[in-house]
C-alpha cells in the first residue's frame, strides 16, 4: 500500500510569509503526526490529530497550527516565518490512538530567507 | 517533562564486532521506548519497541527502568546496519507523541 505522502518537497519562502504543508496518511490510518526536524534541535514533536481533533501539542508558538480533514488528511500551517523555522517537517501516520509504530513520510523541507 | 539522551553522535564499528547504541531516558512513570532507523535516503521506520520484546534484524534492546536506560544491541555488525538510530519515549496517553534522542550514527566498515 502507498506510504505517507507529504506534498509540497521542498519549498522556499522568505520572512514573514506563511506556509502551508501537505500530508496524506496511508489509507485507514486515523492519527496524524507533526515532526520539526533540525539539525540543532533534532526531531521535536509539534502536534497530533486524530479524527479531526488535535489531542497533543508540542512547545511551539502559536504561528504553528495544523488540521486534520474527515479523510484524515492533515495540513499544517506556519504564519509570519522566520529564519529559524527552516527545517525538514515530517508527517507520520498510525492505524489508532493508543501508541504503535508510526509510519513516516519523506518529509517537506521547507527554507525560509 | 521526559527526555531521551544519545551520548554517541557517531559509533564506528568492524563488520562483525559487536554493536551498542546506548540511549538513556528521564521519565518518572512508565514509558514505552522505541528504536526508529533512518537507512541512507530512505524514511525514518520503526526497528523495535521494547513491548514487543522481539528481535529485528538481530538486534535486540530491554528496558532497564533502575538505570533507565533502552540500548539497542547487535551481536555481530553488518555493513547494511550502517544508518542513523534514533531512541523514543512515549508515555501513557500521547500515543503519538514522540520525544526523540538527537540520534547515533552507526557506521559499520569492513
Known amino acids: 500500500k502507498a506510504g505517507v505522502t507529504q506534498t509540497p518537497r521542498y519549498l522556499i519562502k522568505t520572512r514573514g510569509q506563511q506556509v502551508t504543508l501537505s500530508c496524506s496518511p496511508i489509507?485507514?490510518?486515523?492519527?496524524v503526526s507533526w515532526y520539526q526536524q533540525t539539525p540543532g534541535q533534532g526531531l521535536q514533536f509539534l502536534f497530533e490529530?486524530?479524527?479531526?481533533?488535535?489531542?497533543n501539542k508540542g512547545n511551539f508558538p502559536g504561528r504553528f497550527s495544523g488540521r486534520q480533514f474527515s479523510n484524515s488528511r492533515s495540513e499544517m500551517n506556519v504564519s509570519t516565518l522566520e529564519l529559524g523555522d527552516s527545517a525538514l517537517y515530517l508527517c507520520?501516520?498510525?492505524?489508532?490512538?493508543?501508541?504503535?509504530?508510526?509510519?513516516f513520510g519523506e518529509g517537506s523541507r521547507l527554507t525560509v530567507l | 517533562a521526559q527526555r531521551v539522551t544519545q551520548p554517541e553522535k557517531l559509533l564506528s564499528v568492524f563488520k562483525g564486532a559487536p554493536v551498542e547504541l546506548k540511549c538513556n531516558y528521564s521519565?518518572?512513570?512508565?514509558?514505552?521506548l522505541f528504536w526508529y532507523v533512518q537507512y541512507s535516503r530512505q524514511r525514518l521506520q520503526l526497528l523495535l519497541r521494547?513491548?514487543s520484546r522481539e528481535s529485528i534484524k538481530g538486534f535486540t534492546a530491554d528496558l532497564n527502568k533502575g538505570e533507565t536506560s533502552f540500548h539497542l544491541k547487535k551481536p555481530f555488525a553488518q555493513e547494511e546496519d550502517s544508518a542513523m538510530y534514533y531512541c523514543?519515549?512515549?508515555?501513557?496517553?500521547?500515543?503519538?507523541?514522540?520525544?526523540f534522542g538527537t540520534g547515533t550514527r552507526l557506521q559499520v566498515t569492513l
Open positions: 489509507s485507514g490510518h486515523r492519527s
Open positions: 521494547h513491548i
Open positions: 507520520a501516520s498510525s492505524i489508532s490512538a493508543i501508541a504503535g509504530e508510526l509510519f
Open positions: 523514543a519515549l512515549t508515555i501513557t496517553g500521547t500515543a503519538s507523541k514522540l520525544t
Open positions: 490529530y486524530f479524527s479531526e481533533t488535535q489531542r
Open positions: 521519565y518518572s512513570g512508565s514509558p514505552e
